[in-house]
C-alpha cells in the first residue's frame, strides 16, 4: 500500500504564493510502481473534487485550465515528493488541496488553501 502526506497549505492574501508538498511512502514492492505518476486534486465546499495537475514518471505534466500559466508540479523521485508550486493565487483557488497516485489510487489526507481578497 501507499501513505501519502501532504503538507505547505495555509493561508494567503491573493496575488501570494504558496508550495505544497506531498511525500509518498510505499510499504509493498508492487506500490513503489504507484508513487511517480502523481496527481493533485482540490475540493471547496460545495463543489465537486476537481483535477489541478499531474506528473508522470517520465516528468510529463497536466494542468487544468484554471491554474494553467499559475501552477507549477515537480517531483523529486529519490525522495518519492511531488511538489505543487502555486502562484497568483486567487480567491477561487480556496479548497482542499490531495494528492493522489494517477494511476494506484490513493490519497492523501488533504492540505487546505485559503486565499483571502
Known amino acids: 500500500q501507499v501513505q501519502l502526506v501532504e503538507s505547505g497549505g495555509g493561508s494567503v492574501q491573493a496575488g501570494g504564493s504558496l508550495r505544497l508538498s506531498c511525500a509518498a511512502s510505499?510499504?509493498?514492492?508492487?506500490?513503489?510502481?504507484?508513487?511517480?505518476?502523481m496527481s493533485w486534486y482540490r475540493q471547496a465546499p460545495g463543489k465537486e473534487r476537481e483535477f489541478v495537475s499531474g506528473i508522470d514518471s517520465d516528468s510529463i505534466t497536466r494542468y487544468a485550465d484554471a491554474v494553467k500559466g499559475r501552477f507549477t508540479i515537480s517531483q523529486d523521485k529519490a525522495k518519492n515528493t511531488v511538489y505543487l508550486q502555486m502562484n497568483s493565487l486567487k480567491p477561487e483557488d480556496t479548497a482542499m488541496y490531495y494528492c493522489?497516485?494517477?494511476?494506484?489510487?490513493?490519497w492523501g489526507q488533504g492540505t487546505q488553501v485559503t486565499v483571502s481578497s
Open positions: 493522489k497516485t494517477t494511476r494506484c489510487t490513493y
Open positions: 510505499a510499504f509493498t514492492y508492487s506500490a513503489m510502481f504507484c508513487i511517480h505518476d
